[in-house]
Each structure stands twice: as C-alpha cells, then as structure tokens.
C-alpha cells in the first residue's frame, strides 16, 4: 500500500489504541480489587458460572466494591474454576486460586477483600514473585511452557476488544498493512511456520501458492472444526482470545489477496460460535474489518460457519462440500483447495492454531519464531492433554519438549502410584506409543517417525490399568463411525477392523486374526481416498507393534493382562482374607451376585456377575480381599450352600 | 494434440486432457472400475480399484484420478496394484449378497467381471460377511432398490443429477450404513422415473431395477 495509505492506517489505528489504553488504565487504577475468572466452557463446566454469581452476591452482602473481569481459559483444567484476585491494598500480589466453588468465593470476598488474608490454605500461587507467596512460576506446569499462541488466553477478556487492542493486539496487521504482501508471505515462510491442523503443511508455501493463483476472487477459511474425541485446544483458543485468530485471518486475507473469510466452527462449540461472532461485530464496528480496513483499501469481510460436528467435515475438501451444502465427503486432491476451493475459488485453509501463530510472528520476527522449537518444527506445539495424568489440561510447549518431561515433569506424571503404560498422540488418527517413547522429542517428524502423529493435539495419558486391545477398539469405533461412507476401503474395512477388535476384547478371536488386522490396516492405509482412513489403522497398527503381546495373549489365551475386558475377567474373593459377616460387596452389589458361604464368608456367582467391579471399591480396605483375574476361569471354586438354605434362613 | 505412454510395455497413443483409466480403456488395456464416468470433471474416485502404478510415484494411485502426461510410464499389474484391487473387492463382496442365480445382473455384473479378472472367488474367505436387514427397498414408487447388492459408486446418483437438474437418488446415512436412498418421495407425478431408467443401466451391479408394474 502507498505511504499515504501508511498514515491513514496509522492514524485510524492509534485512535482506537489510544481508547483501548485509556479504557484498560481506568481498569487498572480503579483503586479497588480485581477478580478474574476463567470463563471458558471448561471453566463453566466447572461452574464458574455459579462462582461468579456467588462473588457478584457476596460483594453485595458484605459492601465491598470490586471489579470483575471475565476471562478466557488459563488452561489449567484440573483447577477449574480458575480465580485470580488482585487486591494491591492487602499487600499482597495477586493470587491464583483453584477450584474455587461458590462457597470459597463468598469466604474470600469477606476474609480476603473484606478482611485481607487471603487464606493460606487455598492459595495455589501468586502470578508474580514476590516475597510473601510462593509463585505459581515455581511449578513446571508453568514455567516450563512457553505461551505465544496462547500468551493472552486468561488474560483478556474475549467480549472486548479494547483488552485485545490494549494488550498490543491488532498492531501486527497494521504492521502487515503497511507491507507487500509478498513481504508479509516471505517472512512467514521463513519462519518455518508448518500447518496445526494435523499435516505440518507448511504455511507460506501455502500462501504462496495462493497468492500465486492469477484469480481475484479468494477465499481464506480458519478450520475450527475439531472432532477429534477429547481435544479442545481450538475451541479454548476461539474462547478466550477470538481475535488473535481474526487478526490471523486478516493478515492471511491480505497476504493472498482474499476479500473474503470464514471461520468453519462447529455447532457443539456454541461459546465459541458467539464469541467470535461477536469478535467480529467489533472488530467490523471500528474499522478493523469490512471495508477499507483501518482507511486502507483493504477490504475483508468475516463471516462465521457452523458445522454441524462431523469429525470427517475437518477434512479441507469435506469442510469444503458441507459449505457448500453438500454432504460432508472429501474428494480427491489435486485440485488442491489453493487451486480450486470453496465454489471453486482458491481457497486457503489454516487450522485455528496456524492463523494465532501468525501475529506474534509477524511482531518478533521470523528469527525469532525459528529460535524456537526444532529445525524442522519450529514454534510452540499446544496439547490438550487428558486421560491418567495429574495435572491434564492445555499446554503450550516448544517443539522438541521430549514426551517424558511433557507428561512426568509439566503435567505432573500418572496418579494413584501407577504406572505409565502407552500415550496416544494424535487422535483417533495417531499412534499409541509405549515407554520406549518417552525421550522422544515432540516435533511433527519424529513423531510421525515414531508411528504417531503430531495431529492437531490431542494426547491421551494411558497406565499400567489400560488394555491397548481395547484402546484400539475405541477408537476404532470412533473413526468407523465417523467414516464418510464414501470410499470402499474405509466404509467397510474400518468395519472389519473394529469387529476383530471387538471379537478379540470377547475373547472370540480367530485364528489368524492378528494378520489379518496387519495386513486390512496396510491395505486401508494405502488405499483410502483421504486422510480419515488413510490414517484410522494408526491405532491398531502401533499398538500392534508395540504391545503385540497383550494381543496374543487375547488372541490365544482369551487373556486380558491389563484386567480390563469385561468377557476375559472375573472377580473371586479371597477367602484368607474375606472376613467373617461382613456384607460391604453383597450390599452394593448391583445383580445380587455375591453370595454367603457355609462358614460366612463371601463368593461370587460366576452365571450372575456383570463384572462392574463395585465390591472391589466396597471392600474395606482393611480386608482387601477382591480380586480380579484374567482369563476367567482362574477363579476358585468356591461352593455355593444350596439355595434352600438361604430361603430357610430368611 | 496426441501424447505417447507406455503401458505395461506396451505403447498407446491418446489425446491430452484425458484421465489415465480412460486412456487405457480406450485403448483396451482393462483395469477394474466400478465408479468411473467418462467426461466428469471431478472423478469420484470412491471405489478404490483403478489403481495403477506411474513410474515417479511411490505409492499406486487411482488411474481415474491422474490426467494422461506425454511418455508416461505405467504399470497396471504390479503386486501392489493386485494386493489392493483384491483387498477393495473382496471387502465389497465381504458385504455382498453373493446370490448370483437369483439376480438380474447375473453374467452382466460388474463385480462378477473383475472378480474373474483378478481370480478372487466371490465368497469371501477369511473375511465375515455382514450383510444389511433390508433386502429390497420397495418405497420408491417405480424403483426397487437392493441395499445388499450395491456398491455405493454413486452413478446413479450423477446420472440422476445430471439428466433431472436434482437427484431422486441420493446418499443417506453415514460409515458402513451408508446407503442409496430415495428419502421416501412421495410425490408421483414429479418423478419422470417410469420412462427413464437411467439409473438402472448406469448401476454396475443389480442394485436398481424397474418395478415389474410400471
Ligand atoms: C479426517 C480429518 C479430520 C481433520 N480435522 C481437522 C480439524 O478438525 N481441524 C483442522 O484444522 N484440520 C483438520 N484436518 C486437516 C485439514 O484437512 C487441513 O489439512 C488443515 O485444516 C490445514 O490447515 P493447516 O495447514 O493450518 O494445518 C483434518 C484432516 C482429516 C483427514
């Protein structure tokens, strides 16, 4: 754009920037306490809503004045609901607290607002350091990360986007506007930026060879699609600093030369959906949308797409067809999206993540970016991490963190003492590896090395309880589900792939059912039309590989060593143990499997039992006399007195 | 202008801007295909049979899908080709009511053709066969439709669309329940269905038949 043009951006930008400052040092000096809550859907799921009422109520009944702002998520989610006093005048700094129910919420309004302590007891840490709390930067789980996508998320508040503007937002896209967009492309394919979404494309090529594509009309998409079971990084980084993204998109949009965008969001993701459609509304009311974007010439017009949840609709050519109003199902590629996408315009798609990477790339430079992470993957990686883990939630790493100090150091290992067993990477399209893993560094191409994948983020922690037969037969049965129906090799042979596994957790394998799982997996993963199916074998495949012997032993022993598949287990009491009248396991035994012996101790009745294990949880631990064996007929006879008895004694 | 390509050593000619399956039917060399249309600007590419291998190219790849280039080098019967045309049919037949004395298209089958061509016997060995409950779908005023014999290649669903503006035939369902399904139209008199029969001569296999009545 024209150096005139440059003074115009500049002028309409430091206008609103001026605001935004303005607006946040009202805020901030307001000589009174500051209560941010993390309102994310995590942080509501929790309650927060119910937290917040309860600070709101209780500022009332006790007369103290404060101010609340509503955050994003901070990605703690096992300390959700997430709270952070700041109250300068008690001396103290501001305080992180977890878990804080309504009742906690009224107790710190009155002893710590009303009365300045702030309660020893349920202090997690103080956000800085300081002298008279220790700081919350002392735990791994935080100072290890290292936030760029996410530095904002739980700091701002995503309905407003003078927080976003005063916390430097939006500056980047001037910056951007007064660039070539061929400058705008160079630097972010120096910076070696490769796509979130799952392939690690990497994002000025991308660019590029939009931008190279002579056709005016463009389109830019965010894919915010996410389907993968338990992964939630898109959606809280939409939740809690929605216009990161925009600003993303907008400075793509310029870069490619599109006058138009869409955010592809899910339906099941409403928060989501209202915030940024909200974010946009905004962004749109000040001129930082729309047309002539900051008095430029820019024009860029956002719209929000609701998805109607399909895991497969974040495949780019089924995301494509459902825009357009068809069914939900890929089609070959080439044509590559870039060359012929939405209504057969270019179209670039970037995952949520790739478009928030952009504006701090764009701040600091390509250099800086590169000086992050590995060679090959530079930046940050974001995992939502769920499953056997102590601290799960959403983490910022660089790439090149190893899966050890990933899982053990920053989210604080596996709980209850047990042992680590398998991590899943990837989704349902990724690989279960085992502890030989674990000092691999997590970047795309190990990874994908290692039989995983980096996909777009989810990980799940599995120990030593978990049966890797019957992971693999879930999610199997997600993507069999999820399968479009469209190509031969992933409607039907996803099928026989989960009805093995589902036959081999009953202890009902065949012979020969292993290779044939091994060679239906290759077959499906050379021979499906996109990447669902081409990927959907991963799970067996790796777990295969790396736990073979816990299939064979299904297989051939109709043994499952984790003590997990219902049909291959059973329960017995032991009798040295069992005390004498006791009737903890009868009484909460669903079925009325348990039964009294002659010398009034307990049994199970093999015929009745559904296996759901409720009298290991009853028995005292004292006594600890369940056990559970696996193949079944480990169990001990134990007589059962005839039933007449039982009759006559009743 | 015409390009040069050499299949399984044997040389063709063929005129640029065609895909490489239809090069080689063209020209006789036969590679299984159950989804494939002649002038379709996007190939539906859904059956997973017409693999090939080009030389340059690591993995096979569907020949529906790939636009002839001059000295193209191909091979349509390597093994890997063969491992997944046989895996794609006999997942199909996994799912295949195999009742060939009982069905129209009996020695007019396509599935029949590429089962002797690729030497797969039509019950399927080490693979189950699961079959749908509906036997024939009779709601279509002048089609019946047999869930069990088809093979999802959608022709008919193009064909519709295309020679009808809007399909009568569509897709319904999702993963292994996927279906073609006429969503219980009602209204008769919009249908030109009687004197077409389009669908019918497009399907590869005895799916689709005119009721005996219209
Ligand atoms: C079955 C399937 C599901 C996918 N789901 C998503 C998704 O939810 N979000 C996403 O960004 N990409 C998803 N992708 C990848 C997209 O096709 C595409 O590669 C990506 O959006 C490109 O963006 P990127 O270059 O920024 O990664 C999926 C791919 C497949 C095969």
Same mark, same amino acid.
């Given at each position: ?41 995590? +942080? ?69 607002? +009303? $009365? ?37 998320? +739980?700091?701002? @508040? ?16 001037? #910056?951007?506007?007064?660039? $070539? ?15 979130? +979404? ?11 060879? /939009? ?40 400075? =793509? ?42 008095? &430029? ?23 494509? #067809? ?142 030593? $309880? ?95 060593? /984790? ?28 079925? @009325? ?6 010398? #009034? ?46 009759? @006559?004694?009743? | ?45 859904? =059956? ?50 195999? $009742? ?8 007019? =089958? ?91 001569? /497009? ?9 005996? &009545?219209?």
């Amino acid at each position: 754009m024209s150096p005139d043009n440059h003074k115009n951006i500049d002028l309409k930008f430091n206008t609103i920037r001026k605001e935004a400052e303005k607006r946040r040092a009202a805020f901030r000096d307001a000589p009174v306490p500051k209560i941010h809550i993390g309102m994310a859907t995590c +942080g509501i799921a929790s309650g927060a809503l119910e937290t917040k009422k309860a600070f709101e109520e209780a500022l009332v009944e006790n007369n103290i004045e404060a101010r609340i702002h509503t955050v994003g998520c901070f990605g703690h989610c096992y300390a959700e609901p997430v709270v952070i006093i700041d109250h300068p005048d008690s001396g103290f700094p501001p305080i992180f607290y977890h878990e804080v129910t309504p009742g906690k919420a009224k107790m710190l309004v009155k002893l710590f607002l +009303g $009365d300045g302590d702030p309660r020893f007891e349920h202090i997690y840490g103080a956000t800085e350091e300081n002298e008279l709390i220790p700081s919350v930067t002392d735990f791994s789980r935080f100072n290890q990360e290292k936030r760029i996508v996410m530095e904002k998320c +739980g700091r701002i @508040d995503p309905e407003d986007i003078y927080d976003y503007i005063a916390a430097g937002g939006y500056s980047t896209l001037v #910056r951007a506007l007064k660039l $070539d967009p061929e400058e705008v492309i160079k630097e972010v394919e120096h910076s070696g930026l490769r796509g979130r +979404g799952g392939a690690g494309f990497p994002t000025g090529r991308k660019w590029k060879l /939009a931008k190279s594509v002579i056709e005016q009309d463009k389109i830019v998409i965010c894919n915010a699609d996410e389907g993968d079971p338990g992964a939630y990084m898109d959606r809280t980084i939409l939740e809690s600093n929605p216009h990161q993204v925009l600003e993303g998109m907008a400075i =793509c949009a310029y870069a490619v030369g599109a006058q138009q965008a869409m955010v592809y969001v899910r339906s099941e993701y409403p928060l989501a959906v209202k915030l940024v459609t909200n974010a946009i509304q905004q962004a749109e009311k000040l001129g930082i949308l729309g047309k002539g974007i900051l008095d &430029s010439t820019f024009d860029l017009k956002i719209d929000v797409f609701q998805g109607s949840g399909a895991f497969v609709c974040g495949e780019e050519t089924a995301l494509i #067809r459902s825009i357009e109003g068809y069914r939900g199902m890929p089609r070959h590629r080439p044509p590559y999206p870039v060359q012929k996408g939405l209504w057969d315009k270019p179209t670039v798609i970037n995952n949520v993540k790739t478009l928030a990477s952009v504006p701090p790339i764009l701040n600091h430079g390509a250099t800086w970016y590169r000086g992050i992470g590995t060679q090959n993957s530079p930046g940050t990686a974001i995992f939502s991490i769920v499953g056997n883990v102590v601290h799960a939630g959403l983490v910022e790493i660089p790439m090149g963190v190893s899966l050890r100090t990933l899982i053990f150091d920053i989210c604080g290992g596996i709980p209850n003492n047990k042992k680590f067993k398998a991590v899943q990477i990837g989704g349902p399209s990724g690989g279960c590896l085992n502890e030989d893993f674990l000092d691999t560094p997590i970047d795309f191409d190990s990874l994908t090395k290692a039989g995983a994948m980096m996909g777009s983020g989810g990980m799940v922690v599995m120990d030593e $309880d978990t049966c890797m037969v019957e992971v693999a037969r879930y999610f199997l049965d997600f993507t069999q589900k999820e399968s479009c129906g469209k190509c031969t090799f992933c409607r039907i042979g996803t099928y026989h792939l989960l009805k093995i596994l589902r036959r081999l957790t009953k202890g009902e394998g065949l012979e020969g059912d292993l290779e044939l799982l091994e060679t239906l997996s290759q077959d499906i993963q050379t021979g499906s039309l996109c990447g669902l199916g081409k990927t959907a074998p991963n799970p067996v495949l790796t777990s295969l590989k790396y736990f073979r012997n816990e299939y064979e032993a299904h297989a051939k022993e109709k043994r499952c060593p /984790a003590l997990m598949c219902r049909a291959l287990t059973a329960f017995y009491f032991d009798l040295e143990l069992c005390a004498r009248g006791c009737d903890a396991c009868a009484t909460c035994c669903p079925v @009325d499997a348990v039964f009294t012996t002659s010398n #009034r101790k307990k049994g199970v009745d093999q015929e009745l039992c559904v296996k759901c294990g409720e009298c290991l949880v009853a028995c005292p631990p004292e006594y600890d006399a369940v056990r559970k064996v696996s193949p079944p007929h480990l169990v001990p006879y134990i007589e059962k007195p005839p039933e007449k008895n039982k009759k @006559d004694h009743k | 202008m015409m390009l040069k390509l050499l299949v399984d050593n044997q040389e063709i000619e063929t005129r640029e801007g065609k895909t490489l399956l239809q090069a080689c039917l063209d020209n006789q060399i036969y590679i299984p295909n159950l989804c494939y249309l002649e002038n379709v600007e996007r190939p539906s590419a859904s =059956c997973r049979m017409c693999f090939v291998e080009i030389e340059g190219i690591k993995q096979p790849v569907p020949s529906c899908t790939v636009q002839v280039r001059d000295e193209m080098v191909v091979k349509t019967d390597t093994p890997g080709v063969r491992q997944l045309q046989r895996t794609a049919l006999r997942l199909l037949l996994s799912v295949h009511d195999v $009742d060939c004395k009982n069905c129209h298209a009996n020695k007019n =089958c396509e599935l029949q053709n590429i089962a002797k061509f690729l030497k797969v016997g039509l019950k399927p060995k080490r693979l189950e066969r699961y079959l749908k409950e509906t036997q024939i779908d009779e709601t279509h005023p002048f089609l019946n439709h047999y869930p069990n014999r088809c093979v999802l290649c959608g022709k008919c669903v193009h064909i519709c669309r295309g020679k009808h503006g809007q399909s009568v035939l569509t897709f319904a369902k999702r993963g292994f329940d996927t279906v073609i399904s006429t969503y219980s139209v009602t209204d008769v008199s919009s249908l030109a269905c009687s004197d077409c029969g389009s669908c019918v001569k /497009a399907c590869p296999v005895g799916a689709l038949a005119l009721k005996e &009545s219209s």
